[in-house]
């Protein structure tokens, strides 16, 4: 059964979207696509398994929770591989409500995961109990490493290293440093008969509304055309891929782009 569009995170909430189908007790897959792409299975209006490129369970459903942008999908009657959700829709929503609040009680002290945080001189010498995962964080805490890294190196999610060195902060252990701006990836544009190429393409199945689309596509990926990085051309094909309802001209669409795409110099 084909996929249904479902509605964009920059408008409604992916709660929004998913509460008629836990109510209408729905089965399928929901898809975001967007600069990340996430899936989550409800069976019997059920949710019983999420998955990201990052995680999945329980942490990728909290996760995608999160997002902001995106382009969402239904698609009736699909059942995952596993399932990793094991308690019910109920509890983990409820948890879902607790993490958010935590969350916005921690950002008050973390409100960026470019921040940096160092181990903080002790005015008295007060013995302190430290946990397995506190003594993590305070061995990478170093006055340069940021959360974001701090969370990679642990295999962690932001929303748990962010927990845990607020714990710290809280107890005097750790202080800010200073926040630092990401460090700039270094990436090759596609070259300038790229867009042109699939808007052209695009006219010739949706018509006068192609340039709209992209343009709606560029800002759900978070970039604009003079320089939109190479590595992102074929997920960015795919997605605009996604607004034609014809499959047969879809199919069309991907297989030209494609072909375009891997021809060496070509973007």
């Not at 909290?62 to 995106?70: A, I, P, S």
């Not at 714990?167 to 440093?177: N, P, R, S």
Request: no cysteine; net charge negative; hydrophobic share 40%.
């Amino acid at each position: 059964m084909p996929e249904l569009f479902f509605g964009e995170l920059s408008k409604m909430k992916l709660f929004d979207l998913l509460k008629p189908l836990l109510v209408g007790k729905k089965t399928g897959m929901v898809l975001i696509k967007g600069k990340e792409t996430g899936e989550i299975y409800l069976e019997s209006g059920n949710i019983i398994h999420a998955k990201t490129a990052q995680f999945s369970g329980e942490d990728a459903f909290y996760t995608m929770m999160g997002w902001k942008m995106g382009r969402s999908t239904f698609e009736p009657d699909v059942s995952p591989k596993e399932k990793t959700i094991l308690i019910p829709s109920e509890q983990l929503l409820l948890n879902w409500s607790y993490r958010k609040q935590e969350l916005e009680k921690i950002r008050e002290v973390i409100p960026s995961s470019n921040m940096i945080f160092r181990l903080s001189l002790q005015k008295n010498s007060e013995d302190k109990s430290i946990r397995g995962d506190q003594w993590n964080v305070l061995a990478l805490a170093n006055g340069i490493r940021r959360v974001s890294e701090i969370a990679e190196m642990l295999g962690w999610d932001e929303f748990e290293t962010s927990k845990v060195i607020y714990q710290l902060v809280q107890a005097g252990l750790l202080e800010k440093a200073e926040e630092q701006k990401p460090p700039k990836k270094e990436y090759v544009s596609v070259k300038e008969n790229f867009f042109p190429m699939i808007e052209n393409e695009l006219r010739k199945v949706v018509g006068p509304v192609a340039p709209f689309i992209i343009e709606d596509k560029l800002d759900e990926f978070g970039e604009i055309k003079d320089s939109f990085p190479q590595d992102q051309a074929e997920p960015f094909v795919e997605a605009i891929s996604e607004e034609i309802p014809h499959d047969l001209k879809r199919k069309e669409f991907i297989k030209v782009m494609r072909e375009f795409l891997s021809h060496e110099g070509r973007f």
